[in-house]
């Protein structure tokens, strides 16, 4: 059962939501990237490849976020 007084955000709020998720996943992606590239340079090869797999869920997400942000253009 839906509760009647959970509106949807109005297109300008849900566009404003998803921008700044997509804002924070890019940050988070150039944080991974660079502690990815850290780890590899320091020798800790299966630590980056554990980045490197949260960066492409990132990616993913990201993706997600932008097709969603366009269907509200």
Request: hydrophobic content about 40%; proline content about 3%; overall charge negative.
């Amino acid at each position: 059962m839906t509760d009647p007084f959970m509106n949807k955000p109005d297109t300008n709020t849900q566009r404003s939501i998803i921008e700044t998720a997509i804002k924070a996943i890019e940050a988070e992606s150039y944080s991974l990237t660079l502690s990815g590239e850290a780890m590899k340079t320091i020798g800790l090869v299966e630590k980056a490849t554990e980045l490197g797999e949260q960066l492409a869920k990132s990616m993913k997400l990201h993706a997600f976020y932008t097709a969603k942000l366009h269907e509200l253009a």
